[in-house]
């Protein structure tokens, strides 16, 4: 798995002309979500808590991953998935979904390699939130032997839902690099002993799923129309860059250290 940029790094990956000769959906799903108060104020919360004040080496992953819940469940679902799924043709709109969600705090964490999938398959087990969502995915993501593209057709629009659902949870998937749309939760089965085939039947339902890869391909197809209704070709990048939705509460009151980084990542991420 690719390993997170430093932010510096993802600073100036992500700090490029939004007018690149190469379209990049990811740039237009950041921008129709800064266009809507709701998605970006949700945006900004769990951009604050993600790159939060935190201890050397270590982030606020339980406030992230809350706040990443929260944007998922609570967002426009149209922008929120267009974020996640956005449709890429080269490498560096690929790293820019990769990097969505902060995966530095909310999905790899300081380890210098990622542990048993069991862990995070326990703790799913015996969470409240996660477990349902699992069942959820793993219902409504699976593959249908009938049909040759993976899922049937009216199976996409949930499988999507519910792997969404599961971002932020113990289980948290990403996108593995940023030359694919591969999928998988920070975990691998090298250590997991007598329960390697079970260790194997769950991450096998993030990458040797076969609807869940048509369903993440066939997005691509289903682009929103709200995004072209949302987006202004004319506006000026550089207002764009601080534009901050004057919806979010949640910064009322914040220092101006807090916000910078904010006002930084909120058209990037």
Not at 121 to 132: G, K, N
């Amino acid at each position: 798995m690719a390993s997170c940029l430093a932010p510096p790094l993802l600073l100036l990956l992500l700090l490029g002309s939004p007018s690149a000769v190469a379209p990049n959906r990811c740039v237009d799903a950041a921008d129709a979500c800064t266009a809507d108060a709701r998605c970006q104020r949700l945006r900004t919360a769990y951009v604050v808590q993600c790159l939060g004040p935190a201890a050397p080496g270590s982030c606020p992953r339980a406030r992230c991953r809350r706040a990443l819940r929260r944007f998922f469940a609570r967002g426009p679902p149209e922008l929120t998935h267009a974020l996640l799924f956005c449709p890429c043709g080269g490498p560096a709109c690929a790293e820019r979904r990769r990097q969505t969600f902060v995966p530095s705090c909310a999905f790899s964490g300081p380890e210098p390699a990622p542990p048993s999938c069991l862990a995070p398959l326990d703790a799913c087990e015996h969470s409240r939130v996660c477990r349902p969502t699992y069942l959820t995915f793993q219902a409504s993501c699976a593959p249908a032997p009938s049909n040759l593209d993976g899922c049937l057709r009216d199976q996409i629009p949930s499988c999507l839902r519910a792997y969404a659902g599961l971002v932020g949870t113990a289980v948290t998937p990403n996108y593995v690099d940023n030359a694919s749309a591969r999928v998988a939760p920070w975990c691998d089965c090298g250590a997991s002993g007598n329960r390697r085939e079970e260790c194997e039947v769950f991450r096998g339902l993030f990458t040797r799923n076969r609807c869940l890869d048509r369903a993440i391909q066939a997005f691509d197809g289903r682009w929103p129309s709200v995004l072209h209704d949302q987006l202004d070709p004319h506006q000026d990048p550089e207002h764009s860059l601080l534009q901050v939705s004057s919806a979010d509460a949640s910064l009322e009151g914040s220092s101006m250290l807090s916000v910078l980084p904010v006002l930084v990542l909120q058209p990037l991420l």
